[in-house]
């Protein structure tokens, strides 16, 4: 229904479609910006053009970055012999809360999926086989969700590794299946890493 007229309405009607969001939070979103200053309106506009046109995947492991190698590939003190394979750039940045980890990440964008038609070849999966040519690699953290999807995907990354020689382990399960890495809270993803068992 058109309550506010068009404008106030597709502004509503954007909000209500980022994940999570309703129509009664999306309202809310949008009532806030239109009530704000017209500076912070801009800003939050700009913000947003601004990370959807200048963010770039680093060319190491596909995290989101301002430059072609992000900041953690760029660092010289991570440990090059592990790279912790995660789902998304949210789940990295999980475990980097820990300040527990100290090797590298590999994000494969998504998990095998056959029911919302994700393949092997949608992941960064050929893309981490390509980093493996590096000698100093000796383990292969599987860090993906603890549900169907993630487990699915451990399994055939844990296939694809056993020829190659490389230790491929798998975050211990403190994680609560079925649920989201961003969403857990750091002493358990601690626990999980540190509790991690070889495929």
Request: with cysteine.
């Amino acid at each position: 229904m058109n309550h506010y007229g068009k404008h106030v309405n597709r502004l509503i009607e954007e909000f209500a479609r980022l994940p999570g969001v309703g129509a009664k939070s999306a309202s809310r979103m949008a009532f806030y910006v239109l009530n704000s200053p017209p500076e912070r309106a801009e800003a939050l506009a700009a913000a947003i053009l601004t990370a959807k046109r200048e963010s770039k995947y680093c060319k190491h492991c596909y995290s989101l970055s301002d430059d072609d190698t992000c900041h953690i590939c760029a660092n010289s003190r991570r440990d090059g012999t592990t790279i912790m394979v995660v789902e998304s750039p949210q789940d990295m940045a999980a475990y980097e809360k820990t300040k527990e980890y100290s090797g590298l990440y590999h994000i494969l964008h998504g998990a095998i999926s056959p029911m919302d038609g994700v393949a092997p070849s949608d992941l960064r999966i050929k893309e981490l086989l390509e980093r493996l040519s590096d000698e100093r690699i000796t383990e292969i953290i599987l860090a993906t969700n603890p549900n169907i999807e993630g487990e699915a995907t451990a399994m055939y990354l844990a296939k694809l590794l056993k020829p190659l020689g490389i230790k491929a382990t798998r975050i211990a399960h403190g994680v609560p299946v079925g649920g989201d890495l961003e969403h857990v809270d750091s002493v358990t993803l601690l626990r999980a890493l540190q509790g991690r068992r070889e495929m």
